[in-house]
């Protein structure tokens, strides 16, 4: 879930008013076409029905998923997929808000965690039970915790596709030159006692490393306020901000930066711990691989550390389909999200970027046990997936919400402000932004 | 002030000449050449950084501490860029939009620069003023107003849909109605005595004259066409209507580490025709000056 804060960032904030406010005209709508009805295209017998793929894989990600959609217009000949690139997540979502408007929509899209919900309420996105059932898809291969976070009143809107977790990344070189066992903390509790052991006198090395509010802090914090027993927020989206074991992750935070001064907030984690200047940190599994083959000394992973409990978000990517694509390219586009999560696929898949398997029986093929063997450092990352659950509604449902709760954090740890008042500016500044989500969920769900 | 007096006569004139001022000009040189430096390293460093890092591995480029110089220089990154990606075709997209987006946008602000500096019709203040305010407009806001219109005009995924909606910059019409402005008045009349239209004596009295503004904002407008990323990214879909930014774009990671340096190889495929670009248009910008002066 790496970002580096430039111009996608400039845009994306410039953007944002604009695209909220497009947006909120599609929720407006929402009210009466909440099922839209596809239209039927009676295409001839035997020709292929071509579908459109927005997608926002670029570099090696995006040569993997250009393979991957190869692969399936050469395994059958009733579907051609056409997969377009369309920029950062972000910008695949505000151009998927435009495209709505001017009728120029693709059949299935590639939605982030933070996006995909708004344009559920939108309606944007169509059921996919029905289309599922047609191909035979089984959702009881998926892995659970995975498939949830896309469904709504027990309809499937969302299929996870690029998903990714956070693990605990630590450099092996220091921890040995520490004198500390070779894994990750068990407990925060017993990271602090190690932390002073890491860290360089003269300040050029932490034992730790945070991201900024723009690398998506407030993904990673998410399992670190699970882990104190808080929460962002409830399920009813009822803001938690100043829930008392909130605030003492929070407080826990700051004292790594402010006090104990033994971690450091970083605009480029995974630099920084390549270059070794800070001995280890969290980040997503989707960048275990890069960071492996770059590193110059060896990589450890472990689950996250406990601390009253064990906590750990899922993030990344899923697939979509779009209500107004007509019916039968929505079925051609089902077909596509099929074949791209069948067991097979979703091994490619994995080995080759990183992220999570997500078929429950890809774990069993003879490539992935293979590949375990070879990288025990994802096999890490796989056996921490059934310990995770989905985040709260407060980083994914409320709009922006992510970075309104990463901005709180950056008060916290860069200017040392008290995390009770921080928190308590937060909760409501969230509970505000929530408000016209509640309202388009109550006029879509009831 | 007589013992001020009495030193100034006890030190021999050209004494005082010969220290005190070059004293002072060596200070003013030495500032000047600090400053140049700074602005040269602020400049240059970024330059220099990208340069260097596309013949180093990627593993050196991550490495701390920071290597000027690369340890191993390797050529393979520009194979990699070039063929992980249809360079050849974002070059061939991205010629023909700079040279038409430029090309009409020069146009286009000479004859309107011409109307609003020497023209008069009703309302010239209200239509300056209309300039100025779309001047302030940033281009983000129009971007969805702009998305909708091309596509109800059925031309997203084509070169028009890229072109036409930046053909109009109102910063290009501004810039030469001032400089349009500074032209006396003399020569405009002497031209129409001898029976000039306003076509003539726009392309032969006043546009060799105000040569330098106008290479200025033909530069700027090529250089904007050129690394103009949004809007190209959001009105094409396919790869063989991509520009080459987002060539380089597409070369970064989205999710965990980007290769970089394929992504500077890369950034110099879009750098260097920019640069010599500038190298020509330089010597146009000087020309036109002494044109000028002459002729003023």
Redesign the interface.
């Given at each position: 879930?790496?970002r580096t804060f430039t111009?996608r960032e400039f845009?994306r904030l410039?953007?944002a008013?604009?695209?909220a406010a497009?947006l909120a005209a599609c929720g407006g709508q929402s009210g009466q076409s909440t099922s839209p009805t596809a239209p039927a295209v009676v295409s001839q017998p035997g020709s292929k029905v071509k579908i459109?793929y927005?997608g926002?894989?670029?570099?090696?990600?995006?040569?993997a998923e250009q393979a991957m959609v190869k692969a399936f217009n050469e395994s059958q000949n009733e579907v051609e997929v056409?997969y377009?690139?369309?920029?950062?997540?972000e910008?695949t979502a505000q151009?998927f808000t435009?495209?709505l408007?001017?009728?120029?929509t693709p059949d299935v899209i590639l939605l982030s965690d933070v996006w995909w919900f708004g344009f559920y309420l939108a309606g944007a996105i169509t059921a996919l039970d029905d289309l599922a059932r047609q191909v035979n898809l089984d959702f009881n291969d998926y892995e659970p915790v995975l498939l949830n976070e896309g469904v709504r009143k027990g309809v499937h809107y969302w299929i996870p596709f690029?998903r990714?977790t956070p693990l605990f990344y630590y450099n092996k070189s220091i921890w040995a030159e520490a004198g500390l066992p070779d894994r990750a903390p068990e407990t925060w509790a017993e990271f602090s006692e190690w932390a002073p052991k890491l860290v360089k006198s003269d300040g050029s090395r932490a034992a730790f490393g945070h991201p900024n509010g723009a690398s998506y802090i407030a993904w990673l914090f998410q399992g670190v306020v699970w882990q104190f027993g808080g929460q962002y927020s409830l399920p009813d989206f009822t803001m938690t901000m100043t829930d008392p074991n909130t605030l003492r992750a929070a407080q826990f935070y700051q004292d790594t930066v402010v006090k104990e001064k033994w971690a450091i907030l970083s605009p480029n984690l995974?630099?920084d711990f390549?270059?070794?200047?800070i001995a280890s940190m969290m980040a997503?599994t989707?960048?275990?691989?890069?960071?492996q083959?770059?590193a110059?000394f060896p990589v450890g992973v472990g689950f996250l550390p406990r601390e009253t409990n064990f906590g750990c978000p899922t993030g990344?990517a899923g697939l979509a389909i779009v209500s107004r694509a007509p019916a039968e390219k929505q079925l051609a586009a089902m077909k596509y999200i099929a074949f791209a999560t069948n067991p097979t696929s979703a091994g490619v898949w994995a080995r080759s970027?990183?992220y999570m398997p997500v078929r429950i029986s890809t774990k069993q093929t003879p490539e992935m046990i293979e590949f375990f063997k070879q990288n025990p450092n994802f096999k890490t990352a796989v056996d921490q997936l059934p310990k995770t659950r989905a985040q709260d509604a407060a980083r994914v449902f409320v709009r922006n919400g992510d970075q309104i709760i990463g901005k709180g954090l950056e008060r916290i740890i860069v200017n040392g402000e008290a995390p009770s008042s921080v928190f308590a500016d937060v909760n409501d500044e969230l509970t505000k932004a929530a408000q016209p989500i509640l309202e388009d969920l109550k006029a879509v769900e009831g | 002030m007589a013992t001020i007096n009495e030193l100034e006569h006890s030190v021999k004139p050209t004494t005082v000449h010969q220290r005190r001022l070059p004293l002072s000009l060596l200070g003013w040189r030495i500032a000047g050449y600090l400053a140049l430096i700074i602005t040269v390293l602020i400049i240059g460093l970024p330059v220099y950084w990208t340069v260097m890092a596309s013949f180093k591995e990627t593993r050196e480029i991550y490495s701390l501490p920071v290597t000027w110089w690369p340890t191993s220089p390797t050529l393979n990154n520009f194979p990699a860029a070039w063929q992980a990606a249809p360079f050849g075709r974002y070059y061939l997209n991205s010629f023909i939009t700079t040279f038409f987006g430029a090309g009409i946008e020069v146009i286009l602000a000479l004859f309107s620069a011409y109307a609003l500096a020497y023209l008069h019709f009703p309302r010239k203040d209200l239509v300056f003023l209309l300039l100025l305010a779309a001047l302030m407009v940033p281009v983000e806001i129009t971007i969805v107003p702009n998305y909708l219109t091309i596509a109800r005009l059925g031309w997203i995924n084509t070169y028009q849909g890229i072109i036409i909606p930046g053909a109009a910059i109102a910063y290009g019409t501004f810039l030469l109605r001032q400089a349009f402005m500074a032209v006396p008045h003399e020569i405009l009349e002497a031209a129409r005595v001898d029976g000039a239209g306003h076509l003539r004596i726009l392309f032969s009295v006043v546009a060799p004259i105000t040569q330098p503004a106008i290479v200025t904002m033909a530069l700027l407008s090529i250089v904007s066409k050129w690394n103009e990323f949004l809007w190209p990214l959001i009105v094409t879909n396919t790869t063989d209507m991509r520009t080459l930014p987002i060539g380089v774009f597409w070369l970064r990671n989205s999710e965990g580490l980007s290769n970089w340096g394929v992504v500077m190889a890369g950034s110099l495929f879009l750098i260097v025709p920019v640069l010599i670009t500038f190298l020509f248009a330089q010597r146009a910008i000087v020309e036109g000056m002494t044109a000028g002066a002459v002729k003023g």
């Open positions: 879930m790496k111009r845009l410039m953007m008013g604009g695209g497009v459109t927005w926002s894989f670029s570099g090696n990600l995006g040569e056409e377009q690139f369309q920029g950062s997540y910008e151009k435009a495209a408007q001017a009728n120029t690029a990714s995974n630099q390549i270059g070794g200047a997503s989707g960048a275990l691989a890069g960071i083959a770059n110059t990344g970027t990183g | -």
